[in-house]
C-alpha cells in the first residue's frame, strides 16, 4: 500500500474540519431565526434578531475551537 504524503490531514480529523463548513452558518441562521421570533413574541423583532446573530457567531466560533482543539491533540471526532 503506498504511503500516504506528509503534511495532507485526512480521515477523522479533516471529517472534523469539514463539518464547519455546514455547522457555522446553520448555527448562526438557527439562531437568528429563533432569536427574531423570540422578539417577535415581545415586540421587539429585530433586536431578537441581532442577538441571535451574535449568539450564532459565539456559538460557531465555539465549535471552531473545539474542532481545532481536536485536530491539534490529534483526535477524531469520537473526542
Not at 423570540?38 to 474542532?67: N, R, T
Not at 481536536?70 to 483526535?75: H, L, M
Request: hydrophobic share 40%; proline share 6%; glycine share 22%.
Amino acid at each position: 500500500m503506498p504511503e500516504r504524503p506528509k503534511g495532507q490531514g485526512g480521515g477523522p480529523q479533516l471529517a472534523s474540519a469539514t463539518h464547519l463548513a455546514y455547522f457555522m452558518p446553520m448555527a448562526i441562521v438557527v439562531c437568528m431565526i429563533g432569536g427574531r421570533w423570540i422578539g417577535g413574541k415581545y415586540g421587539h423583532s429585530e433586536g431578537g434578531l441581532i442577538w441571535g446573530f451574535f449568539v450564532g457567531l459565539v456559538l460557531a466560533f465555539y465549535e471552531a475551537f473545539k474542532v481545532q482543539k481536536q485536530i491539534r491533540g490529534g483526535r477524531g471526532p469520537q473526542g
